[in-house]
């Protein structure tokens, strides 16, 4: 409601009385004006230095550490980062107000493959490294620059003068530092492995790396000849595999059973086929085959098949069954196509047989010489011939296109594919590592809870973390090769002398210094004697960079420590930084990088679709700022659930600025009475305070109501419920305030004199509520509190951000909160039968009416409290009744506890106050006469 629509005086009356009234005045604007009006907040922010004053208030006090995740420099920031920014925010304030010591250091990740791509078109066909790797720092600082200053745009406040950045040396000293360790504890190895390949990146991609999305592929069911047919069978047996990559065909060794499976052999015509019993019928249909012809001669279980001997369909080579867990009955035929070479599962079986890895494909997906019938054909082309190879030597059984789910590379959004190429490793699989890590993730708290099953399923079932990558954009694993033996080495004291060398000239130096200036002296090939070696071109995985971030910053940055109490990311980082900062921490260091971790979901439009440019449904931050104003899209961010993916769209942006204009109104009205207009003054708290005890029962009861809502807010901020915050000072403010004590309390506030002990404790409880309320509101909207506080008056910190948390220093009063939340009862249902008096012309305002009131069960208060309930329910007069009335008009409740009746007020009606008496004096009520000693 607009409070100072009920201004006085009564346009009645021909004498005016408003000279003699207190009405609300302020020079804080109705309008905001947000998107001007943010910018100069910024700039004072910036004149008086806020982030270091706010630091160096709060020097010595307990610290909370908060480790900030860092976004990627190659572009804007989007919708999600202005979410996760905001949420930032808000913790890192709150816990500032709250007393703690909480540095904010800000950070970039700034290598990597899309910054280093982008580079290279600048650089048109450019292949020297240090060209390359100047014009990805050159592009990732500017980026850098323009994502801090979108930051600061959105109101948060951090160290952006001292950030960390992931392409400076000390940085990467630091990242080297943990790698050590890791490779001292056993860690880290080298083995020809089957990855995630993108053949247009032209680069191996971590599981972290990978997204999952629809592709189109060949299904086929293939006929593999049985050299050793199974026991008991005679004629030609063939063992029948499905796949929908033919082109991983040329790598099988092997053909994988479950031990424990039913498997059988089938005939149909001259011809036994080898399938698990239960996927018999879909074989058969699926190859043509009359079921009815189909007929079974034997069973086996698989482990009676174990080491059986079938021959590839079109390269001379044995494929011997054996037997793995990982075969499942779902789709195909229980047969798998195991292939080491381009499956983690196939790759981990085949080592218990001893199969050859074959990997005959190229950095960019192409086949090799090892497959010289196809050599330089891509692999997706390559799909097409082999079904028609398979066809011709007579092995296919059936082909046809499906849809299926498939990794995809997170960067060209590409299907990726499973090649083995040398690669650099950390131990995940095999060893301590997973156990530990498991465990220590019993020891975090989770934010939302099921964050814990969720990371720790995820590494239950996450292979080998590889973190080599063929770029030049990066820190460089320190590794080298000797050229005799050609033995990969690497050691604890030449990754030593490696980080000295980072560290005093940056990683540019490994492409720029011959080896032997990172070799201890005389340094000889342990394994041949040979002194002549080369450098390791391939570079750390991204992922291990701001893995790392954690040892490197809470350790580098002198008001930091280790470890963080939080960190707070999307949740897809559960399988991302989530975790590789898990596995380098525990690795390393053997504990959690962090005690609490918060995930929030995605930002989605309006209809819960995915943001795509395609669609036309992105809303870029700038976009809402402009429009809106920061605070706003702050407000939508905390007005969100984001345990869950999170809605935006311009009708949601347009609720979030109606409740915003609610709460800015409420605050206006608070900020106008504490005016005074008798003297041109604003009311002094340090000289014109009223102690608690002194107050109007009312005055009392309000500030009840402001602690309750002051523990209400401090557990959701503490618990991270940020949705529930706004949820809660709306609703204090629509109904504790608005609704009921500024409703009831604008009488004294306006008619009062300037000085009374009525007015007086009015003001000093405004002055209270709007105090707690603007610093409740500050650590969400930043902006519209700062702007507030600078129109509070009195003595304060020049800056909300220089407050510290409000105690409300209140005695519970469960008598007084008893009677006046019955009052409060009893107004909202006489509240409705004044309106149906108002709607039939009985009564225009509320003052015009005398309510006569019976109660079914009335507290012994009620007849002694007459003068209180008649202002609450702001009329003239009051009337307890001892029965209930017989006239037809009055009315109840639902509950039939009261009685209502609605009458015409007597006496005359006073053209200063409203309200109905016998006149007196100038033609004033008594109050108003002795009010304004007229």
Not at 227 to 248: D, E, S
Not at 719 to 735: D, G, H, P, V
């Amino acid at each position: 409601m607009d409070h100072e629509k009920d201004n006085r005086p009564c346009s009645e009356n021909t004498v005016d009385f408003s000279a003699t009234l207190n009405l609300p005045k302020t020079t804080f604007p109705m309008k905001a004006n947000l998107p001007q009006k943010e910018p100069e907040t910024l700039g004072f922010w910036d004149n008086i230095h806020l982030y270091e004053k706010v630091m160096s208030l709060r020097k010595g006090k307990e610290r909370f550490v908060f480790h900030d995740g860092p976004p990627y420099a190659n572009g804007h920031i989007h919708i999600g980062t202005a979410l996760n920014k905001v949420l930032k925010d808000i913790v890192v304030k709150y816990k500032s107000m709250k007393g703690f010591h909480v540095p904010y250091t800000p950070g970039w990740d700034t290598h990597g493959l899309p910054i280093e791509l982008k580079a290279m078109e600048q650089l048109k066909g450019e292949t020297d490294p240090l060209k390359i790797r100047t014009a990805c720092r050159e592009y990732a600082a500017k980026f850098q620059r323009i994502q801090q200053q979108e930051f600061v745009r959105l109101g948060t406040l951090a160290d952006y003068s001292n950030p960390y950045l992931t392409f400076d040396r000390n940085f990467e000293a630091r990242e080297l530092e943990v790698f050590l360790k890791m490779v001292e504890k056993g860690y880290v190895f080298r083995r020809l492995k089957p990855i995630y390949w993108c053949p247009r990146c032209v680069t191996a991609l971590a599981e972290a790396e990978i997204e999952y999305d629809d592709h189109k592929a060949p299904s086929i069911f293939v006929r593999f000849r049985m050299q050793t047919p199974p026991p008991g069978i005679k004629g030609p047996v063939y063992a029948v595999i499905w796949t929908t990559t033919p082109w991983t065909i040329p790598g099988n060794t092997a053909i994988c059973l479950h031990p424990d499976f039913d498997y059988a052999v089938f005939r149909h015509g001259d011809d036994a086929y080898l399938a698990a019993e239960s996927l018999i019928p879909s074989v058969a249909k699926a190859s043509g085959f009359d079921p009815l012809n189909c007929i079974i001669e034997k069973k086996f279980k698989g482990r009676e098949l174990e080491g059986l001997k079938a021959l590839h369909p079109f390269i001379e080579r044995e494929s011997p069954l054996i037997l793995g867990d990982h075969v499942t009955l779902d789709t195909g035929s229980g047969c798998v196509h195991t292939a080491p070479g381009h499956g983690i599962e196939d790759y981990q079986v085949g080592l218990k047989y001893s199969l050859p890895v074959l990997s005959p494909v190229d950095d960019r997906g192409r086949f090799t010489a090892e497959f010289e019938l196809m050599q330089g054909v891509h692999v997706e082309e390559a799909n097409a011939r082999i079904v028609e190879l398979l066809r011709d030597k007579g092995a296919l059984l059936q082909t046809e296109e499906i849809t299926h789910s498939y990794p995809h590379c997170w960067r060209c959004k590409k299907p990726v594919i499973f090649r083995s190429t040398p690669q650099w490793f950390i131990r995940v699989e095999d060893g301590s590592l997973r156990k530990n890590c498991l465990e220590a993730c019993d020891h975090v708290r989770w934010v939302p809870s099921f964050g814990h099953s969720r990371i720790t399923s995820m590494l239950r079932n996450r292979p080998d973390w590889c973190i080599s990558r063929q770029r030049v954009w990066g820190v460089p694993i320190p590794a080298f090769y000797c050229l005799q033996c050609q033995e990969a080495l690497l050691e604890p004291a030449v990754i030593s002398k490696v980080i000295e060398r980072v560290r005093k000239f940056g990683t540019d130096c490994w492409w720029t210094d011959d080896f032997s200036t990172f070799l201890p002296k005389e340094y000889r090939c342990p394994h041949c004697g040979s002194g002549d070696f080369r450098k390791e071109q391939d570079i750390f995985d991204v992922w291990f960079d701001s893995g790392t971030s954690h040892w490197v910053v809470l350790g580098l940055w002198p008001d930091l420590a280790w470890p963080a109490d939080l960190f707070l990311e999307g949740s897809d980082q559960h399988r991302g930084w989530f975790q590789t900062s898990l596995l380098t921490s525990v690795g390393a260091f053997d504990a959690a990088p962090y005690r609490t971790v918060l995930t929030h979901g995605f930002v989605v439009d309006g209809e819960g679709r995915k943001m795509s440019k395609s669609i036309g449904n992105v809303m870029a931050p700038e976009e809402v700022i402009s429009k809106y104003g920061a605070d706003i899209l702050r407000l939508w961010v905390a007005s969100s659930d984001y345990h869950d993916d999170i809605r935006i769209s311009k009708q949601i942006m347009s609720q979030n600025a109606d409740a915003y204009r609610k709460i800015r109104n409420t605050i206006r009205f608070l900020l106008a009475n504490l005016y005074d207009q008798s003297n041109d003054r604003f009311f002094d708290y340090g000289t014109n305070a009223v102690a608690f005890n002194a107050r109007v029962d009312l005055d009392r009861y309000i500030m009840l109501k402001m602690s309750d809502l002051l523990h209400d807010v401090e557990n959701c901020y503490e618990s991270y419920e940020f949705y529930r915050i706004l949820q809660k000072i709306n609703n204090f403010c629509a109904t504790d305030l608005s609704s009921f004590y500024l409703d009831i309390v604008k009488d004294r506030l306006y008619t009062s004199r300037t000085d009374s002990p009525l007015r007086r404790s009015a003001q000093t409880t405004i002055h209270e509520i709007l105090n707690t309320l603007l610093i409740l509101i500050a650590p969400v909207l930043s902006f519209t509190a700062e702007e507030a506080w600078s129109h509070l008056p009195g003595d304060k910190p020049e800056s909300v951000f220089l407050a510290d948390w409000p105690v409300v220093c209140v005695e519970n009063d469960e008598q007084l909160r008893e009677r006046f939340d019955f009052f409060a009862s009893i107004k909202a249902e006489a509240g409705k039968a004044l309106e149906e008096a108002r709607a039939g012309k009985l009564i225009g305002h509320s003052l015009d009416a005398s309510v006569e009131i019976f109660c079914a069960s009335p507290p012994d208060y009620l007849k002694e409290s007459l003068d209180t309930l008649r202002q609450v329910l702001i009329v003239s007069a009051v009337k307890i009744l001892d029965q209930a009335s017989d006239d037809s008009s009055a009315s109840w409740d639902e509950k039939k506890n009261f009685q209502f009746s609605v009458r015409k007020a007597s006496g005359s009606k006073c053209p200063r106050c409203w309200q109905y008496s016998e006149l007196q004096n100038q033609g004033l009520c008594a109050r108003c006469f002795r009010e304004t000693k007229v």
